[in-house]
């Protein structure tokens, strides 16, 4: 049961990889992706890099009812990945932060498991989101 789980799992997190390529498509060199699976929300973006420029969804130019069908379409898997851990009885990660090098093939995953965004935390996902996308600018 446990294999299966990291194949449905893995299966996921391909899809919203994929989906990313999809809704640019396939015209980056790297896809960040985040997910927020809370109790109270659930959100899913990315952000990209592309010929040495970290850019956000808005700044590719993609026409924004594409933009929002990505988002729901994210979120809706993120719902799958919820689903797939409380029936394998498996926490559910509260944060997925992925990387994928569209070049390369190389993937990394970071997950969480304690409250990232609530009122402890005092921040919401898009503020996570942006503090991670800045941070991935500031390297470049």
């Known amino acids: ?23 640019t498509g396939n015209k980056v ?3 960040f ?18 010929d040495g420029k970290v850019l956000t969804i808005n700044q590719l130019n993609i026409d ?17 990945i ?3 851990c409380e029936q394998n009885e498996i926490q559910t990660p509260t944060e997925i932060k992925m990387y994928y090098d569209v070049k390369t093939g190389k993937y990394n995953a970071d997950y969480k498991y ?15 989101f942006m503090k991670w996308y800045n941070e991935i600018k500031e390297k470049n």
């Open 33 to 50: 992706a985040y997910a927020s699976i809370e109790k109270k929300s659930t959100m899913f973006n990315a952000f990209f890099e592309k």
């Open 82 to 84: 919820k689903k797939t």
């Open 1 to 23: 049961m446990k294999e299966n789980f990291e194949d449905k799992f893995m299966e996921i997190q391909t899809d919203l990889i994929s989906l990313c390529l999809e809704v």
């Open 114 to 128: 304690d409250e990232v965004c609530s009122d402890k935390t005092g921040m919401s996902s898009g503020e996570v």
């Open 29 to 31: 060199d790297k896809i």
């Open 64 to 80: 924004r009812g594409i933009v929002m069908q990505f988002l729901k379409i994210g979120t809706t898997d993120l719902e799958m």
